[in-house]
């Protein structure tokens, strides 16, 4: 976990405790936002899923959608959450695919024929 915010590691490692303890707690419930755990915690809501994403790639089963936050209840729901993940992500990347071909195609003033 990179930014402290001005924080001691202590207290930066307490906190992530707290958002975490958060998370879990979604197990069998519904999820929550990262706006919640900062009036919870008094952790700035991008240090919150900073925080989260550093949980997500050592391994805990953490799905975030536009709902929030929430700790996957079972391997399927966590799958599931992947492969949705995935499908957005290679939807990004179709779109800036297209973006960059249609701009090295259009025309400009330097490859038009001269009247």
């Known amino acids: 976990m990179n930014s402290r915010s001005g924080i ?20 069998n419930a519904f999820p929550i936002k990262a ?3 900062s009036e919870i915690t008094g952790i700035d809501p ?3 899923a900073e925080m ?13 959608s536009a709902k929030g936050y929430k700790y996957a209840s079972s391997r ?7 492969v949705k993940e995935r499908r957005r992500a290679l939807s990004i990347l179709d779109k800036v695919s297209k973006g960059q071909k249609a701009r090295i195609e ?10």
Do not use: M, W
């Open 52 to 64: 989260l994403r550093e949980f997500e790639k050592r391994g805990f089963p953490i799905c975030s």
């Open 8 to 27: 001691s590691n202590d207290e930066y490692l307490a906190k992530g405790v707290d958002v975490f303890v958060l998370v879990l707690k979604t197990k």
């Open 46 to 48: 991008r240090i919150v």
């Open 76 to 82: 399927f729901e966590y799958l599931r959450h992947l």
């Open 35 to 37: 706006e919640r755990i």
């Open 106 to 115: 259009e025309p400009t003033l330097f490859n038009q024929e001269a009247a």
